[in-house]
Protein backbone atom coordinates (compact mmCIF):
# COMPACT_ATOMS: atom_id res chain seq x y z
CA UNK A 1 0.00 0.00 0.00
CA UNK A 2 0.97 3.55 -0.82
CA UNK A 3 1.88 6.16 1.90
CA UNK A 4 -0.55 8.75 0.18
CA UNK A 5 -2.68 7.99 -2.64
CA UNK A 6 -4.56 10.23 -5.31
CA UNK A 7 -6.59 9.03 -7.89
CA UNK A 8 -4.54 9.76 -10.63
CA UNK A 9 -7.04 11.03 -13.08
CA UNK A 10 -7.52 12.52 -15.34
CA UNK A 11 -10.36 14.95 -13.72
CA UNK A 12 -12.47 16.56 -15.90
CA UNK A 13 -14.81 19.45 -15.12
CA UNK A 14 -16.43 22.15 -16.98
CA UNK A 15 -15.97 25.45 -16.25
CA UNK A 16 -18.01 27.22 -13.11
CA UNK A 17 -18.19 23.77 -11.65
CA UNK A 18 -16.68 22.18 -8.33
CA UNK A 19 -13.84 20.27 -8.23
CA UNK A 20 -13.08 17.37 -5.80
CA UNK A 21 -9.40 16.17 -5.12
CA UNK A 22 -9.17 13.21 -3.02
CA UNK A 23 -6.30 11.78 -0.96
CA UNK A 24 -5.46 9.18 1.56
CA UNK A 25 -2.42 8.34 3.77
CA UNK A 26 -1.76 5.02 5.36
CA UNK A 27 0.22 6.66 8.43
CA UNK A 28 -1.93 7.91 11.50
CA UNK A 29 0.58 9.13 13.16
CA UNK A 30 1.01 12.45 10.61
CA UNK A 31 0.59 15.57 11.37
CA UNK A 32 0.11 18.29 8.21
CA UNK A 33 -1.24 18.16 4.89
CA UNK A 34 -0.45 19.83 1.80
CA UNK A 35 -1.81 20.52 -1.44
CA UNK A 36 0.15 21.85 -4.00
CA UNK A 37 -0.40 22.53 -7.82
CA UNK A 38 1.61 21.74 -10.38
CA UNK A 39 1.74 23.31 -14.06
CA UNK A 40 2.63 21.11 -17.08
CA UNK A 41 6.92 21.86 -16.47
CA UNK A 42 6.74 24.10 -13.77
CA UNK A 43 7.95 23.55 -10.01
CA UNK A 44 5.32 22.80 -7.02
CA UNK A 45 2.98 25.75 -5.63
CA UNK A 46 1.64 25.19 -2.29
CA UNK A 47 -1.92 26.31 -2.14
CA UNK A 48 -3.54 25.12 0.91
CA UNK A 49 -2.02 23.68 4.35
CA UNK A 50 -4.27 22.21 7.06
CA UNK A 51 -3.78 20.09 9.92
CA UNK A 52 -6.52 19.81 12.14
CA UNK A 53 -10.05 17.99 11.52
CA UNK A 54 -12.59 19.96 9.45
CA UNK A 55 -12.75 22.57 6.96
CA UNK A 56 -10.27 25.02 5.55
CA UNK A 57 -11.11 27.87 3.59
CA UNK A 58 -8.83 30.20 1.39
CA UNK A 59 -11.06 31.98 -1.41
CA UNK A 60 -12.23 29.45 -3.80
CA UNK A 61 -10.04 26.70 -2.21
CA UNK A 62 -11.17 23.99 0.59
CA UNK A 63 -9.31 21.71 1.96
CA UNK A 64 -10.64 19.07 4.19
CA UNK A 65 -9.49 16.47 6.94
CA UNK A 66 -10.67 13.91 8.37
CA UNK A 67 -8.31 12.21 10.61
CA UNK A 68 -9.94 9.21 11.53
CA UNK A 69 -10.90 7.95 8.28
CA UNK A 70 -7.31 9.03 7.11
CA UNK A 71 -8.64 11.04 4.29
CA UNK A 72 -8.00 14.69 3.21
CA UNK A 73 -10.02 16.10 0.31
CA UNK A 74 -9.77 19.64 -1.88
CA UNK A 75 -12.45 21.75 -3.27
CA UNK A 76 -12.18 24.14 -6.00
CA UNK A 77 -14.92 25.33 -6.56
CA UNK A 78 -16.09 28.01 -9.68
CA UNK A 79 -13.41 26.20 -11.56
CA UNK A 80 -11.77 28.19 -14.20
CA UNK A 81 -9.52 26.90 -17.16
CA UNK A 82 -6.46 28.16 -15.36
CA UNK A 83 -7.32 25.75 -12.60
CA UNK A 84 -6.06 22.97 -14.99
CA UNK A 85 -3.10 21.29 -13.89
CA UNK A 86 -1.79 18.66 -11.26
CA UNK A 87 -2.61 18.64 -7.72
CA UNK A 88 -0.03 16.75 -5.79
CA UNK A 89 -1.20 16.07 -2.17
CA UNK A 90 1.51 15.88 0.52
CA UNK A 91 1.92 14.12 3.74
CA UNK A 92 4.33 15.51 6.90
CA UNK A 93 4.21 12.65 9.27
CA UNK A 94 5.51 13.23 13.07
CA UNK A 95 8.06 11.11 15.08
CA UNK A 96 11.53 10.71 13.54
CA UNK A 97 10.49 11.94 10.15
CA UNK A 98 9.53 15.42 11.16
CA UNK A 99 9.94 17.79 8.78
CA UNK A 100 9.86 15.22 5.45
CA UNK A 101 6.84 15.12 3.06
CA UNK A 102 5.49 12.36 1.55
CA UNK A 103 3.81 13.16 -1.65
CA UNK A 104 0.86 11.47 -3.67
CA UNK A 105 1.50 10.63 -7.26
CA UNK A 106 -1.12 13.24 -8.41
CA UNK A 107 -4.22 13.82 -9.84
CA UNK A 108 -4.81 15.74 -13.37
CA UNK A 109 -6.79 18.16 -13.34
CA UNK A 110 -8.85 19.86 -16.61
CA UNK A 111 -11.22 22.11 -16.47
CA UNK A 112 -13.08 22.51 -19.57
CA UNK A 113 -14.74 25.67 -21.10
CA UNK B 1 11.62 38.91 -3.58
CA UNK B 2 13.00 35.86 -1.13
CA UNK B 3 13.55 33.09 -3.71
CA UNK B 4 14.78 29.60 -4.20
CA UNK B 5 17.13 29.33 -6.97
CA UNK B 6 18.50 26.31 -9.04
CA UNK B 7 21.16 26.03 -11.73
CA UNK B 8 21.55 24.64 -14.60
CA UNK B 9 17.87 24.76 -15.43
CA UNK B 10 18.44 22.19 -18.10
CA UNK B 11 21.06 19.87 -18.65
CA UNK B 12 22.39 17.03 -21.22
CA UNK B 13 25.13 14.57 -20.76
CA UNK B 14 26.75 11.68 -21.09
CA UNK B 15 26.40 8.21 -18.97
CA UNK B 16 29.57 8.37 -16.72
CA UNK B 17 29.79 12.19 -16.44
CA UNK B 18 29.74 13.90 -12.95
CA UNK B 19 27.13 16.80 -12.73
CA UNK B 20 26.48 18.79 -10.00
CA UNK B 21 23.07 20.35 -9.47
CA UNK B 22 23.43 23.56 -6.95
CA UNK B 23 20.55 25.21 -5.19
CA UNK B 24 20.73 28.64 -3.04
CA UNK B 25 18.11 30.03 -1.56
CA UNK B 26 17.20 34.11 0.43
CA UNK B 27 14.41 32.72 2.10
CA UNK B 28 15.91 32.47 5.67
CA UNK B 29 15.05 28.47 5.82
CA UNK B 30 17.34 26.52 7.67
CA UNK B 31 16.00 22.86 5.97
CA UNK B 32 16.76 22.29 2.31
CA UNK B 33 15.76 19.18 0.42
CA UNK B 34 16.19 17.53 -2.74
CA UNK B 35 13.51 15.41 -4.64
CA UNK B 36 13.20 13.81 -8.52
CA UNK B 37 9.81 13.66 -10.11
CA UNK B 38 9.34 10.75 -12.46
CA UNK B 39 5.73 10.40 -14.53
CA UNK B 40 3.69 8.85 -13.07
CA UNK B 41 6.00 8.07 -9.59
CA UNK B 42 5.46 11.74 -8.31
CA UNK B 43 7.85 13.52 -6.18
CA UNK B 44 10.26 11.08 -4.37
CA UNK B 45 12.93 12.61 -1.55
CA UNK B 46 16.67 12.23 -2.47
CA UNK B 47 18.40 13.72 0.36
CA UNK B 48 17.47 16.48 2.88
CA UNK B 49 19.29 18.65 5.57
CA UNK B 50 17.82 20.47 8.25
CA UNK B 51 20.86 22.12 9.28
CA UNK B 52 24.58 22.41 7.82
CA UNK B 53 25.87 19.87 10.07
CA UNK B 54 22.63 17.67 9.71
CA UNK B 55 22.50 15.39 6.20
CA UNK B 56 20.06 12.35 5.48
CA UNK B 57 19.34 10.37 2.99
CA UNK B 58 15.78 10.14 1.64
CA UNK B 59 13.98 7.13 0.00
CA UNK B 60 15.92 7.13 -3.07
CA UNK B 61 20.03 8.56 -2.39
CA UNK B 62 21.53 5.59 -3.88
CA UNK B 63 23.72 7.20 -6.83
CA UNK B 64 23.31 10.49 -5.56
CA UNK B 65 25.59 12.57 -3.08
CA UNK B 66 25.17 16.15 -1.14
CA UNK B 67 26.88 19.29 -0.19
CA UNK B 68 25.60 21.77 2.59
CA UNK B 69 27.71 24.58 1.55
CA UNK B 70 26.07 27.28 3.82
CA UNK B 71 22.71 27.46 5.16
CA UNK B 72 21.77 29.03 1.98
CA UNK B 73 23.15 26.53 -0.23
CA UNK B 74 22.77 22.56 -0.82
CA UNK B 75 23.68 20.94 -3.82
CA UNK B 76 23.16 17.30 -5.36
CA UNK B 77 25.69 15.52 -7.10
CA UNK B 78 25.68 12.41 -9.72
CA UNK B 79 29.49 10.79 -9.41
CA UNK B 80 28.66 8.75 -12.35
CA UNK B 81 25.61 9.52 -14.46
CA UNK B 82 23.08 7.20 -15.83
CA UNK B 83 20.22 7.09 -18.27
CA UNK B 84 17.12 6.28 -15.27
CA UNK B 85 18.72 9.38 -13.21
CA UNK B 86 16.91 11.29 -16.63
CA UNK B 87 14.26 13.24 -14.30
CA UNK B 88 13.43 16.55 -13.28
CA UNK B 89 14.84 17.67 -10.01
CA UNK B 90 13.61 20.10 -7.73
CA UNK B 91 15.18 21.70 -4.55
CA UNK B 92 12.88 22.34 -1.88
CA UNK B 93 13.51 24.78 1.58
CA UNK B 94 11.26 25.12 4.84
CA UNK B 95 11.28 26.77 8.32
CA UNK B 96 11.84 24.55 11.22
CA UNK B 97 11.02 28.08 12.81
CA UNK B 98 7.53 28.33 10.92
CA UNK B 99 5.38 26.38 13.66
CA UNK B 100 3.34 23.22 13.13
CA UNK B 101 2.91 23.45 9.36
CA UNK B 102 7.05 23.47 7.95
CA UNK B 103 5.60 24.15 4.63
CA UNK B 104 7.81 23.40 1.93
CA UNK B 105 8.68 25.91 -1.17
CA UNK B 106 10.28 24.85 -4.27
CA UNK B 107 12.60 26.11 -6.50
CA UNK B 108 12.15 26.10 -10.33
CA UNK B 109 13.55 22.43 -11.04
CA UNK B 110 16.31 21.57 -13.35
CA UNK B 111 15.90 18.93 -16.33
CA UNK B 112 18.47 16.64 -16.35
CA UNK B 113 18.89 14.15 -19.42
CA UNK B 114 21.70 11.27 -19.31
CA UNK B 115 22.67 9.92 -22.85
Redesign the interface.
Known sequence: QKEVEQNSGPLSVPEGAIASLNCTYSDRGSQSFFWYRQYSGKSPELIMSIYSNGDKEDGRFTAQLNKASQYVSLLIRDSQPSDSATYLCAVRSGGTSYGKLTFGQGTILTVHP | DADVTQTPRNRITKTGKRIMLECSQTKGHD?M?WYRQDP??????IY?S?DVKDINK?EISDGYSVSRQAQAKFSLSLESAIPNQTALY?CAT?D?RAG??????????TRLTVL
Open positions: RYGLGLRLYFGFSSGYNEQFFGPG
